[in-house]
């Protein structure tokens, strides 16, 4: 399942359907729905090339509902296509190593999101390009994932397209949890503050609350327990996942008011439950959330 598409000349590239048309069907939030305009758009299109990028699109889309083997097979499908413009080797490679990443092998996903890297900063694809160098920091081990969102934040900065710039608040993000994964927490903070000014900037508020979490959640490894709680308190209202409902149940418990705690345990295994789903690498958070939420005293 290693990457097999030969680059071939950019001619093709007229044919692709644009960056910004794609990111239209996209609803990250919803990769079901994504999945179903991805294929509507398939059955319309006409050109190879074009048929060919939607397909590495709809194996996103398959990858984050954990349908790996199916968005490989799809994968397989595109590889077949020659003389591929650079732009659908890139989205190839991308798309081959996250299902990978996702599936649970960093170390096969790691060199495709490097040849992706490579591939589109020689053809200057900047957006692709951020977005392959954040994906090789997220399959790096942690020693090595500073440089990678570096280098990435370097060209989100410096770049003219649109795109890539706004890839600045979701690199911030990654490198404040690789600090904090390092207990680097007051370093972390900043950059969790450096995302939140720039998911304001960007006007969303779904984003916006996620950046805020991240904030509190940091504030709480530094032991700013009453800053955090208050933060976590304002998110309750805006989460639907339960995440803020787990923090404000662990900031409480911190602070020694168990008993106070206990609800918002309870209410948090069972947000997280429909929001984690199935996955068994979860199995044991839930327990301990369903147990906290047990305790009165």
Request: aromatic residues 6%; contains cysteine; proline residues 5%.
């Amino acid at each position: 399942m290693s990457g097999g598409l030969t680059e071939g000349p950019a001619q093709r590239a007229s044919k692709s359907i644009a960056a910004m048309d794609i990111d239209a069907l996209w609803d990250f939030n919803d990769p079901a729905a994504s999945e179903d305009r991805f294929r509507k758009a398939l059955i319309q299109a006409e050109a190879p090339e074009l048929q060919a990028e939607l397909k590495t699109q709809l194996a996103r889309s398959l990858g984050l509902q954990r349908r790996f083997d199916d968005a490989h097979a799809l994968l397989d499908e595109v590889v077949e296509l020659p003389d591929p413009s650079p732009r659908l080797r890139v989205r190839y490679l991308l798309e081959r190593g996250r299902a990978c990443n996702s599936g649970g092998d960093p170390e096969q996903a790691r060199p495709l999101f490097v040849e992706a890297w490579n591939v589109a900063t020689e053809t200057g694809q900047d957006a692709l390009a951020v977005d392959a160098a954040h994906m090789v920091a997220i399959a790096s081990p942690t020693a090595e994932q500073m440089g990678w969102n570096e280098k990435a934040l370097a060209l989100a900065l410096a770049s003219p397209d649109p795109n890539a710039r706004r890839w600045r608040a979701s690199l911030a993000n990654n490198m404040g949890w690789t600090l904090h994964d390092q207990g680097r927490y007051d370093e972390a903070l900043s950059k969790f503050e450096e995302a939140l000014r720039a998911r304001r900037e960007l006007g969303d508020p779904r984003t916006e609350a996620i950046a805020r979490w991240c904030v509190a959640r940091c504030l709480r490894s530094l032991g700013r327990l009453e800053e955090a709680l208050a933060m976590q308190v304002e998110l309750v209202d805006e989460d639907p996942t339960g995440y803020a409902h787990e923090e404000r149940a662990e900031c409480l418990l911190e602070l020694g008011r168990k008993a106070e705690a206990a609800p918002w345990f309870a209410k948090a295994a069972e947000k997280l439950a429909d929001t984690l789903g199935d996955d068994p690498a979860f199995e044991e958070r839930l327990a301990r959330l369903r147990e906290l939420g047990m305790e009165s005293s």
